[in-house]
């Protein structure tokens, strides 16, 4: 059973800074790409960013580049989003999830999901 679990989420004024983990089986960790996605009410869920498995590459939604940083360390099956300048408009459920596939940002091509954790930030 693949499993991911996210915890780090909470209630942060603008500017402030979060760091969102994502804890997985170690069976799958480290044979996958790791991606972070968000979904805002009302709103579709969009791609955030992504890691290679040895962590070596990274990738980026434009909207986030610059503010938020993600990485992995496999010793402990975890990958990392680190939000820094944290905006209102990045309020949303944050998700992690597990790939094959290299540069994607489209959910589907994602196989595995955690639950999500809640990111609210206060104008």
């Known amino acids: 059973q693949v499993q991911l679990v996210e915890s780090g989420g909470g209630l942060v004024q603008a500017g402030g800074s979060l760091r969102l983990s994502c804890a997985a089986s170690?069976?799958?960790?480290?044979?996958?790409?790791m991606g972070w996605f968000r979904q805002a009410p009302g709103k579709e869920r969009e791609f955030v960013a992504a890691?290679?498995?040895?962590?070596?590459?990274?990738y980026y939604a434009d909207s986030v580049k610059g503010r938020l940083t993600i990485s992995r360390d496999n010793a402990k099956n975890t990958v990392y989003l680190q939000m820094n300048s944290l905006k209102p408009e990045d309020t949303a459920v944050y998700y992690c999830a597990a790939t094959t596939s290299w540069r994607t940002s489209a959910s589907r091509d994602y196989g595995h999901w955690g639950q999500g954790t809640q990111v609210t930030v206060s104008s």
């Open positions: 890691i290679t498995w040895s962590g070596s590459s990274t």
């Open positions: 170690k069976r799958m960790f480290s044979n996958y790409i």
